[in-house]
């Protein structure tokens, strides 16, 4: 999974698909079932992130449905709050307001400033319209310097408000989005000084 995860960082995303495919099934065979949840996790990311959003449902969905030994508290938080995501993306409110607080309550428990933010930003922009709350939620990303999330949200952002032809609002979040692409370069470039 690790190999899969390098392609996604570097946007080989049909050849990190094909790898999550490997590593879901290598688990499922060895019958280990976090790293498989694990798989169909970054699998639905993978999916999402190529404007698959219906596969991105089927592996969130799949990644639920795997009972763990163990129960995983982060796992569950993460992988219901893109269910919200992608179920909001497919105009499914209900289903989606549904993972939307199962993983709000986890992010509560665990006190996840990151995910609390994250779940704001998808509230507002998918069910309320609050651009002050989506707002300050994108200000506590750039605040924990979380830059990939923030440039991500904000392109999200702008791109439901440009199909609403809203475009100030969407080009107030290309704008947003493409600024803290840019700052997560000079952040990068100055851990690795």
């Given at each position: 999974?690790?190999?899969?995860?390098?392609?996604?960082?570097?946007?080989?995303?049909?050849?990190?698909?094909?790898?999550?495919?490997?590593?879901?099934?290598?688990?499922?065979?060895?019958?280990?079932?976090?790293?498989?949840?694990?798989?169909?996790?970054?699998?639905?990311?993978?999916?999402?992130?190529?404007?698959?959003v219906?596969?991105?449902l089927?592996?969130?969905?799949?990644?639920?449905?795997?009972?763990?030994?163990?129960?995983?508290?982060?796992?569950?938080?993460?992988?219901?709050?893109?269910?919200?995501?992608?179920?909001?993306?497919?105009?499914?409110?209900?289903?989606g307001?549904?993972?939307?607080?199962?993983?709000?309550i986890?992010?509560?428990?665990?006190?996840?400033?990151?995910?609390?933010?994250?779940?704001?930003?998808?509230?507002?922009?998918?069910?309320?319209?609050?651009?002050?709350?989506?707002?300050?939620?994108?200000?506590?990303?750039?605040?924990?310097?979380?830059?990939?999330?923030?440039?991500?949200?904000?392109?999200?952002?702008?791109?439901?408000?440009?199909?609403?032809?809203?475009h100030?609002?969407?080009?107030?979040?290309?704008?947003?989005g493409?600024?803290?692409?840019?700052?997560?370069?000079?952040w990068?470039?100055?851990?690795?000084?």
């Amino acid at each position: 999974m690790v190999i899969a995860s390098n392609k996604m960082d570097l946007n080989q995303l049909e050849q990190a698909e094909s790898t999550y495919k490997d590593a879901i099934n290598l688990a499922a065979k060895s019958n280990i079932d976090l790293p498989q949840a694990l798989g169909y996790f970054n699998l639905g990311i993978c999916y999402d992130r190529q404007g698959k959003v219906q596969q991105a449902l089927d592996s969130f969905q799949n990644g639920l449905s795997i009972e763990l030994k163990k129960p995983h508290k982060t796992l569950h938080m993460r992988t219901k709050y893109m269910l919200a995501r992608v179920l909001f993306q497919l105009d499914k409110k209900a289903e989606g307001l549904e993972s939307y607080n199962e993983s709000l309550i986890l992010a509560n428990e665990l006190s996840d400033n990151a995910y609390i933010a994250k779940l704001n930003i998808i509230h507002s922009i998918y069910i309320t319209g609050d651009e002050a709350q989506l707002d300050a939620a994108l200000n506590v990303l750039k605040t924990q310097k979380l830059w990939k999330d923030a440039a991500e949200l904000s392109i999200m952002a702008a791109r439901f408000y440009k199909k609403q032809d809203n475009h100030k609002l969407a080009s107030k979040y290309f704008d947003e989005g493409l600024e803290s692409q840019a700052k997560k370069l000079t952040w990068m470039e100055e851990e690795a000084e």
